[in-house]
């Protein structure tokens, strides 16, 4: 598995705009608009289950940088998704999936490829250097 940082500085839009629904039905604390979520009880059937490659966002509602990086992964999702899946989950919501991943910092982006975690990003960074990180991954 490939770790990596990025940085977490900078400002974000401190309105976390309406709340979307994911593939659970369900909303979560912070939401990004299109980016589905997933929850401990949905994480198996929605990432370890996936046919496709899938990003999770491990984030939380009182992050900046996590708000930085909402509309990359938007758009990102609607851009990649015949490759490559978005989820998001909250980490405050969801502690049983963050502690299994040991994911202490917000945002995570873990990338699971066949029910695996294959790359690890963490911190806020534009789209176009997240592309380059997971192209040799989608």
């Known amino acids: 598995m490939t770790i990596a940082t990025g940085s977490t500085h900078g400002t974000g839009s401190t309105h976390a705009g309406p709340h979307a629904t994911g593939s659970t039905g369900t909303t ?7 980016v589905p979520v997933t929850t401990d009880a949905t994480f198996a059937a929605d990432v370890l289950a996936a046919d496709l490659p899938v ?7 009182w992050c900046p940088p996590c708000r930085m990086i909402a509309p990359v992964l938007a758009e990102i999702a609607v851009e990649e998704a015949e490759r490559l899946r978005i989820v998001q989950l909250d980490v405050d919501a969801n502690p049983a999936t963050q502690a299994k991943y040991g994911v202490l910092s917000m945002p995570t982006l873990m990338l699971f490829r066949a029910g695996e975690p294959v790359k690890v990003l963490v911190g806020a960074r534009p789209k176009r250097r997240l592309l380059q990180e997971l192209a040799d991954e989608i």
């Open 55 to 61: 990003l999770v966002d491990f984030t939380a509602s």
């Open 28 to 34: 979560a604390g912070h939401p990004h608009p299109g």
